[in-house]
């Protein structure tokens, strides 16, 4: 069964620190691996977008990796804000053949950032 | 920046109500969905939509959902006869080239609360 398993479920971390989500995924075929932001009562933001040929991305101060090998994904936020108090959300993402696909969503880790 | 919209933000019925949410995709995107999130759960799939039908569906999309695109640019869910179990978040998104390929921009949902 594809399941995408995230952890900590949450996170409490002062201003200015850094954090590192664990994501872990049993996903096949698998076609890329998408982190997500997505602040209370809002729709998910894309953060990167991985195939399993890319090790690492960055996105400002977020930076995924992946091994695919071992069916792994981290998202690390250095210097972390108060803004970046949300939920961040491993996506994995099926391919069919073709461009057809379904996404397979994690729980999620919340994540608090403290003054 | 373009943007998914989604109408409207929160919508309350009474059980057995039919419930219409709509939603304008991305102007140059041929790939729309529809997904949902009940409180406190992960993001779940419920339909993908391209060229004008059903391209994919989950279990949750029974016989109570369907989805239409009745004039170019409207994208709407409509659940028939509503149950308290279809509380929840409903998200819309689009891209350009379908699940497989490219970043998924969704929409602010559409939060049904059914009494």
């Known amino acids: 069964k594809n399941q995408v398993e995230q952890s900590p479920q949450s996170l409490i971390i002062l201003e200015g620190k850094n954090c590192t989500l664990q994501?872990?995924?049993?996903?096949?075929?698998?076609?890329?691996l998408r982190w997500y932001k997505q602040d209370t009562g809002r729709g998910p933001v894309s953060l990167t977008i991985m195939t399993f040929s890319e090790n690492t991305k960055s996105n400002g101060r977020y930076t995924a990796t992946l091994d695919a090998d071992t069916k792994q994904s981290s998202l690390h936020i250095t210097a972390s804000q108060l803004s970046d108090s949300a939920s961040y959300i491993c996506?994995?993402?099926?391919?069919?053949?073709?461009?057809?696909?379904?996404?397979?969503f994690g729980k999620g880790t919340k994540l608090s950032v403290k003054p | 920046e373009p943007e998914v919209t989604q109408t409207p933000s929160h919508q309350v019925t009474q059980m057995g109500q039919e419930v219409i949410l709509r939603c304008v995709p991305i102007?140059?995107?041929?790939?729309f969905y529809w997904y949902r999130q009940i409180l406190g759960q992960k993001v779940e799939f419920l339909v993908s939509f391209y060229n004008n039908e059903i391209s994919e569906k989950s279990e949750i999309f029974d016989d109570q959902f369907s989805v239409e695109r009745p004039d170019g640019s409207n994208f709407t869910l409509k659940i028939r006869s509503t149950k308290l179990e279809d509380s929840a978040m409903y998200f819309c998104?689009?891209?350009?080239?379908?699940?497989?390929?490219?970043?998924?921009?969704f929409g602010e949902g559409s939060r049904l609360t059914v009494l």
């Open positions: 998104a689009s891209n350009y080239g379908g699940a497989n390929t490219g970043e998924l921009f």
């Open positions: 994501c872990n995924y049993t996903v096949s075929p698998f076609s890329n």
């Open positions: 102007s140059n995107h041929l790939y």
């Open positions: 996506v994995v993402s099926v391919w069919y053949g073709g461009s057809q696909g379904n996404l397979i």
